[in-house]
């Protein structure tokens, strides 16, 4: 049997190829990695965005910084509770938050700390509210809240 050769190979009509084959199984797993962590950045906050989104009264998937300027006892709905906090995102618009405490953990914010929200925005006449700030459950992207560098989702 011929020892195998590096050099490059022109049979069967395709382009040559001077690598063996595990280094070709590589470079291709790390050129998928590489294509599926392209759609993976990190939100940035963006309340101009929930602003506008408020304004057009549409629902958005948002991402939102800014200081807590109130804490809300915890609701209790179908979903189960509900931690409740409202964020001031600037141009006079502060935002409700609703933090399923079945989903994730209780975050602990204060008045006056400032936190990033990622989640989903409903313009709520007289109540603007982000929810879905858990883990994703499949019916709904993922969401998250991020205080003091660490999130809570």
Same mark, same amino acid.
Request: glycine share 12%; hydrophobic share 35%.
């Given at each position: 049997?011929?020892?195998?050769?590096?050099?490059?190979?022109?049979?069967?009509?395709?382009?040559?190829?001077?690598?063996?084959?595990?280094?070709?199984?590589?470079?291709?797993?790390?050129?998928?990695?590489?294509?599926?962590?392209?759609?993976?950045?990190?939100?940035?906050? %963006?309340?101009?965005?929930?602003?506008?989104?408020?304004?057009?009264?549409?629902?958005?998937? #948002?991402?939102?910084?800014?200081?807590?300027?109130?804490?809300?006892?915890?609701?209790?709905?179908? %979903?189960?509770?509900?931690?409740?906090?409202?964020?001031? #995102?600037?141009?006079? #618009?502060?935002?409700?938050?609703?933090?399923?405490?079945?989903?994730?953990?209780?975050?602990?914010?204060?008045?006056?700390?400032?936190?990033? #929200?990622?989640?989903?925005?409903?313009?709520?006449?007289?109540?603007?509210?982000?929810?879905?700030?858990?883990?994703?459950?499949?019916?709904?992207?993922?969401?998250?809240?991020?205080?003091?560098?660490?999130?809570?989702?």
């Amino acid at each position: 049997m011929p020892a195998p050769s590096h050099k490059p190979s022109t049979t069967g009509g395709r382009q040559p190829s001077w690598r063996p084959p595990a280094c070709r199984l590589l470079l291709g797993s790390i050129l998928a990695i590489a294509a599926l962590l392209s759609g993976c950045h990190p939100a940035r906050p %963006d309340n101009q965005a929930l602003i506008a989104a408020l304004h057009r009264g549409r629902a958005a998937e #948002v991402t939102v910084q800014g200081p807590i300027v109130g804490l809300l006892p915890d609701g209790n709905g179908p %979903d189960g509770p509900h931690q409740r906090f409202r964020v001031d #995102v600037g141009q006079r #618009v502060v935002v409700e938050v609703d933090h399923n405490l079945t989903l994730a953990p209780r975050v602990p914010v204060t008045v006056g700390s400032t936190v990033i #929200v990622h989640g989903q925005f409903e313009p709520d006449p007289g109540r603007p509210v982000i929810h879905y700030t858990h883990h994703p459950t499949g019916a709904h992207e993922g969401g998250w809240i991020q205080l003091n560098g660490r999130r809570y989702q």
